[in-house]
T-cell receptor, first 116, second 114 residues
Framework: GAGVSQTPSNKVTEKGKYVELRCDPISGHTALYWYRQSLGQGPEFLIYFQGTGAADDSGLPNDRFFAVRPEGSVSTLKIQRTERGDSAVYLC??????????????FGEGSRLTVL | GNSVTQMEGPVTLSEEAFLTINCTYTATGYPSLFWYVQYPGEGLQLLLKATKADDKGSNKGFEATYRKETTSFHLEKGSVQVSDSAVYFCALSPSGAGSYQLTFGKGTKLSVIP
């Protein structure tokens, strides 16, 4: 596709369940980012991939959160034992290379996660 | 740490009114500064950017000037249109290591009425 694609667009789950959120970046983009946007807040950095490896996962809130990008394209954000506080919009972005301050990230529309 | 503060919304303006959305930042060194926009039902899009002091970013009639002395990057437009209704986010990218990591403000919702 032409843009960053995220699925599902909406996910409602119960506390304690496991959730996977998928991101399909723009073809050829080597850098991929996950951000989380809570209600009334700006996006907050979670993790950055350069190729297949997580170059910086310092934004992941705790060890219930994990992300993979096994073939350097599609990425999956995995959340174990979900809590109500995990409810947010999870944004994925990609760029042709590490943006290095140029900030030209291309964002998907996000996956809205609601934990009941 | 790095932070971005932008004026709280929502902001409601009549068509053709002048727009200013204030943004100030805290960061060491010389960050790059950005405005992103989110139209209803769409993902965040880069609106404009400035990478060094006194640079002016501009796009679609919007402008913002990187003011190092006041650590500000205010967004302006001379005559807004209904189609400008969106949420606007100010953001920074630190210089040096970690420059890929954007720090965003909370966003300002703009509604333009005919």
């Amino acid at each position: 596709g032409a843009g960053v694609s995220q699925t599902p667009s909406n996910k409602v789950t119960e506390k304690g369940k496991y959730v996977e959120l998928r991101c399909d970046p723009i073809s050829g983009h080597t850098a991929l980012y996950w951000y989380r946007q809570s209600l009334g807040q700006g996006p907050e950095f979670l993790i950055y991939f350069q190729g297949t490896g997580a170059a910086d996962d310092s934004g992941l809130p705790n060890d219930r959160f994990f992300a993979v990008r096994p073939e350097g394209s599609v990425s999956t954000l995995k959340i174990q034992r979900t809590e109500r506080g995990d409810s947010a919009v999870y944004l994925c972005a990609s760029s042709l290379y590490s943006s290095g301050g140029r900030g030209e990230l291309f964002f998907g529309e996000g996956s809205r996660l609601t934990v009941l | 740490g790095n932070s971005v503060t932008q004026m709280e919304g929502p902001v409601t303006l009549s068509e053709e009114a002048f727009l200013t959305i204030n943004c100030t930042y805290t960061a060491t060194g010389y960050p790059s500064l950005f405005w992103y926009v989110q139209y209803p039902g769409e993902g965040l899009q880069l609106l404009l950017k400035a990478t060094k002091a006194d640079d002016k970013g501009s796009n679609k009639g919007f402008e913002a000037t990187y003011r190092k002395e006041t650590t500000s990057f205010h967004l302006e437009k001379g005559s807004v249109q209904v189609s400008d209704s969106a949420v606007y986010f100010c953001a920074l990218s630190p210089s040096g290591a970690g420059s890929y990591q954007l720090t965003f403000g909370k966003g300002t919702k703009l509604s333009v009425i005919p």
